[in-house]
């Protein structure tokens, strides 16, 4: 019976005209567009009454952004994905916090790599992107305030840590305030028609690492060299004779580059996460990640590492990564990088970092942030 009722209300539904559906569609699109509009009225009231004379990033909370995205996936019943909701939420709020001034976001350009797409995925598209040659001046140019944040890629699910973004972590002053995972797509383009024109292929050494297999397999004899971007492989692939390059669908447009394949990548769920960097620790958002540096005077000492990291289990912490690193203090020395869950302000976390401190030779929290959302 339930299927037949569902024919039947199909069959009417089905049955209603076109004139009447798109008049209804209208009439929601005006609703739409008069709420959208008051939302921004409201934002806008939000950042004059907290700083009336200030600039976007003094009244952008990106704990506040996080809470609200997470609210609207709860009540999301579709028919739209989770994804589709965030990312048309992250759109409002971002046109929303631009009415004053675009936030001006740096990462490592040129324009068309993937963390490109990772800041409008974090930000959206109403920001200032700056696209720079290298992260270590993604890192200055947060550094000195000629930015307001910066986005650099720390780790991939298939070719691990990007050792120089924890290296700068290290001598920087600034803090972590958000991360963002992207899937990662790897297509090969280039302006030839046939694998067999190609003499070189051009990526990040990320990247080739990641399609290391594939290229084996279909281009064993081609060179293959390591550039500072996908994009700029994609830029040298228009470029040069022969060239080919790995980077995102979106590269090959901007460079205007024949796609030769799509979705090379080894690991069919290839994914990086990349780091927003700022000069702020945040206010808890409910769901958060904190990450810390620390070092013992002898981490060759019997038991050091986890007499460090005891604290941790006795509070109940759980900690999601940890990775080491040269301290360039002195031979054999090693700094940690530790992700825990929780905001550095919760209390068991307090109560752990206390401890973990007074253990240690070296501590630094280096942020507390909301986890990924999707």
């Known amino acids: 019976m339930a299927a037949k009722r569902g024919k039947r209300s199909r ?18 699109d005006e609703q739409l567009q008069t709420l959208i509009n008051r939302r921004a009225l409201l934002a806008q009231q939000v950042g004059i009454s907290k700083h009336a004379d200030g600039h976007t990033v003094d009244f952008y909370r990106p704990e506040r952004e ?16 989770n994804e589709e909701i965030a990312r048309l939420f992250r759109e409002i709020m971002s046109a929303c916090l631009a009415q004053q001034e675009p936030l001006k976001v740096a990462f490592l350009g040129p324009e068309g790599t993937y963390t490109q797409a990772a800041v409008y995925k974090h930000f959206g598209h109403s920001v200032r992107a700056l696209a720079l040659a290298t992260s270590d001046e993604v890192f200055h140019e947060v550094e000195a305030g000629n930015a307001d944040f910066g986005v650099v890629a720390v780790e991939n699910s298939a070719a691990g840590t990007v050792t120089h973004t924890l290296d700068r972590m290290v001598s920087s002053p600034l803090h972590i305030c958000g991360e963002v995972e992207l899937r990662i797509h790897h297509c090969l383009m280039g302006r030839m028609e046939t694998l067999a024109e190609i003499v070189r292929v051009c990526a990040h050494a990320q990247a080739l690492a990641q399609c290391r297999l594939w290229l084996d397999e279909h281009l064993p ?4 060299v390591a550039v500072s971007s996908n994009a700029e492989g994609a830029r040298r692939a228009r470029d040069e004779l022969g060239t080919a390059a790995i980077a995102g669908d979106t590269a090959a447009e901007v460079y205007n580059l024949r796609l030769l394949f799509r979705e090379i990548e080894d690991h069919a769920d290839n994914t990086t996460r990349f780091l927003v960097i700022g000069r702020k620790i945040l206010e808890p958002s409910g769901s958060d990640k904190t990450t810390l540096l620390v070092s013992t005077s002898s981490t060759a000492a019997p ?24 301290s360039r203090r002195g031979k054999w020395q090693y700094v940690f990088f530790i992700d825990i869950e929780g905001h550095a302000s919760d209390a068991p976390v307090a109560r752990a970092l206390k401890s973990l401190k007074s253990r240690a030779s070296l501590f630094r929290v280096i942020g507390s942030y909301p986890r990924s959302v999707l």
């Open 11 to 28: 069959g009417k539904a089905a049955g209603v005209p076109l004139a009447a559906i798109r008049t209804e569609i209208d009439s929601l």
């Open 66 to 81: 996080a809470q609200v995205l997470r609210a609207a996936l709860e009540r999301n019943r579709g028919p739209l994905r």
């Open 221 to 224: 004899g081609v060179e293959r």
């Open 303 to 326: 038991g050091a590492l986890h007499r460090l990291l005891e604290p941790l289990a006795a509070n109940r912490i759980s900690m999601t990564r940890i990775e080491s690193r040269p």
